[in-house]
């Protein structure tokens, strides 16, 4: 199975000018912890709740005046849409997130894949539960 054949298609996207009070309206409305970030055509970086919440809040930001760019995470790691689902469980599972953007042979975002979305497609069970256990292990 494919990374494409599995990932949530219909994504939102944030732009770095983007006040963080904005980026969370556009989570609490879509329902998702994790908004990727883009400049015109290209994604440039991710934002996720915790980040909102630590990078920020905790911070003592004012979220009315801070931006997206500011607290973003700028290394995006990806998989792409042709991709076998076993070696991205193993990516997430390596590099300990739970999503990553799924992006075209062109890099052009093309949706999101979760842990979620792995656990319901065909990929090994048994490598998903591996993955979550390297996920929720600190390093």
Do not use: H
């Amino acid at each position: 199975m494919l990374a494409k054949e599995c990932m949530t298609k219909n994504v939102e996207m944030g732009q770095p000018n983007m006040s963080l009070v904005q980026a969370a309206k556009l989570m609490k409305e879509g329902d998702f912890g994790i908004l990727p970030v883009r400049d015109q055509d290209r994604l440039v970086g991710m934002i996720t709740d915790r980040d909102i919440a630590i990078r920020a809040v905790a911070a003592g930001k004012d979220p009315t005046k801070s931006l997206v760019g500011e607290v973003m995470t700028e290394k995006v790691l990806y998989c792409y849409d042709d991709q076998d689902v076993n070696e991205v469980v193993k990516n997430l599972g390596n590099n300990q997130v739970r999503r990553l953007p799924v992006l075209n042979r062109q890099k052009r975002l093309v949706g999101i894949l979760s842990l979620g979305n792995l656990a319901k497609s065909d990929a090994n069970p048994k490598e998903v539960d591996q993955a979550l256990a390297q996920i929720c292990t600190k390093k």
